[in-house]
């Protein structure tokens, strides 16, 4: 039984109590966490508060900084197959995505150590002759930054390293589902150098440990990853401190294949955009959007393709769909597929749980045609669970494409360069990928529209939404300031 700590003004401790933490292949407990309270949470704040005014972090330059954020890029690089191996065994992800996932994360470092000392300001052309006005760009200060389980090594990246860059301090909350890999990245941390408190992590539940995160006044910025409910009770919770928030909470992201389109290339992107994580992706494609002239041709090649995948122990490299993270994402999966198929829906392949030890359930697709108000097509499973809608115009694909409350990523196959333009132009989401599904860098920002929350992260917008914008007025004239009661 391995057990894992809290990380708090750079110490390891045990926090205010402990919870068990399950192994999804097995069912078993594996490791206890540290659960986080009310005290461990202020204690947590406080340190990053005592670090954002502390003159080791205060007054280290943005190039500092930087080679700071390079350090642990490189710890992280070194680290990366032990990371894989806690996130495979706590979440049950595959070992060959966590592996391959974890490795780039620290090229999401690496690009915000580079960008560091390159969040410039601005000089103003003012309209007044005796002023010289410049805009400084300043950190906002403590951040709360809360994750969820799936992908939380990338999912933290995007946070730790922009604000981090930025100069701010934070205050990470692990998602209490699988928290060990960000638990275990904490003792990285503490090895890259930085000054104590900079950043903090722990982990627990609701009421005592992220309500007061986020509504603790030292805060002064959430960044959350989530669902919709909980992104509520953030927003919520924010109006006691008036921290502003970014949200990136998941979507029921549309797959468009036009007749035109390669099947085999589209065939195998759908694969990976449902299937690969076990569909446990914020930007899953789970609305398969398809022309009726290829319908049954690209179903019957997916179909093949989904009962060939490889079902397995999430730690064999042979595995391609590992377990589920939670019993509930299961039964979740089973009630929705049973009431679209009480309205008409029909399975093509999969929809039922499989009868072994562990969390597991197969790659499925339900063809949800004709029924618009179908669960499936509504709801995220966070699952393997693809939800079919044929059409027969490009003014209809982009009419179901739309016709969703999220609006987080999208893909576009088709081989008409004017008609994806059209299409780039009028489908409602953060991201638009065309003739490829679920890439990702550094360098692109990535959020969303609608339920999918707001706020973006990546790229340089991520670095410039951890700044506040301070304007200086400089005069430069020697004679007596005129009128005193009138604003210049």
Not at 3 to 25: E, M
Not at 277 to 301: H, M, P, Y
Not at 407 to 426: C, E, N, P, Q, Y
Request: charged share 20%; proline share 6%; aromatic share 8%.
């Amino acid at each position: 039984m391995q057990k894992f700590q809290q990380y708090i003004n750079g110490t390891f401790s045990d926090g205010a109590a402990q919870f068990a933490s399950i192994d999804p292949a097995t069912g078993q407990t594996w490791a206890m966490m540290p659960e986080a309270r009310v005290d461990d949470v202020n204690a947590a704040v406080d340190a990053a508060d005592h670090a954002f005014f502390s003159p080791e972090w205060s007054s280290m330059t943005a190039t500092q900084r930087g080679k700071l954020l390079y350090r642990l890029a490189d710890l992280i690089s070194e680290n990366a197959p032990r990371l894989a191996e806690l996130e495979t065994r706590d979440t049950g992800k595959i070992i060959r995505e966590t592996s391959a996932q974890i490795a780039y994360v620290a090229e999401f470092y690496r690009y915000y150590a580079g960008l560091a000392d390159k969040i410039e300001g601005a000089y103003l052309p003012i309209d007044k002759p005796d002023m010289e006005v410049w805009l400084r760009r300043e950190p906002v200060g403590v951040v709360a930054a809360v994750v969820p389980w799936n992908s939380q090594l990338f999912l933290s990246a995007v946070k730790i390293g922009p604000a981090l860059a930025a100069g701010c301090t934070v205050v990470l909350k692990a998602s209490e589902e699988a928290p060990s890999p960000m638990l275990e990245f904490a003792r990285i941390f503490d090895q890259a150098g930085f000054p104590t408190g900079v950043l903090n992590v722990i982990t627990g539940f609701g009421a005592e440990c992220g309500s007061v995160l986020t509504s603790h006044p030292k805060v002064a910025h959430v960044a959350f990853t989530g669902g919709p409910d909980t992104a509520r009770h953030i927003v919520r919770n924010s109006a006691e401190n008036l921290a502003s928030t970014s949200l990136e909470l998941g979507g029921k992201s549309p797959f468009i294949v036009f007749d035109d389109a390669d099947i085999e290339s589209a065939v195998n992107a759908q694969i990976s955009g449902i299937f690969a994580a076990t569909g446990q992706s914020c930007v899953a494609g789970s609305r398969l959007v398809i022309s009726n002239n290829i319908k049954d041709e690209f179903l019957s090649q997916l179909k093949q393709k989904a009962e060939a995948v490889v079902i397995g122990a999430p730690d064999d490299m042979a595995t391609e769909v590992g377990p589920l993270c939670t019993e509930g994402q299961r039964k979740n999966a089973l009630k929705l597929i049973e009431d679209s198929v009480e309205l008409g829906a029909k399975v093509i392949t999969g929809g039922t749980a499989i009868d072994c030890e562990g969390i597991y359930f197969p790659p499925t697709i339900i063809d949800c045609s004709n029924i618009p108000d179908a669960p499936c097509l509504r709801n995220e499973f966070f699952g393997p669970v693809l939800s079919v809608v044929g059409f027969d115009t490009e003014e209809e694909a982009l009419k179901i494409a739309n016709d969703t409350t999220f609006g987080l990523a999208s893909g576009v196959f088709t081989k008409d360069l004017t008609r994806a333009h059209r299409m780039i132009r009028g489908i409602r989401a953060g991201i638009v990928w065309v003739n490829t599904y679920r890439a990702v860098s550094p360098i692109a920002p990535f959020g969303g529209h609608g339920l999918s929350g707001h706020g973006r992260e990546g790229g340089l917008q991520a670095a410039l939404d951890y700044t506040k914008v301070k304007a200086v007025w400089l005069r430069t004239s020697d004679d007596p300031i005129p009128d005193p009661f009138v604003m210049r």
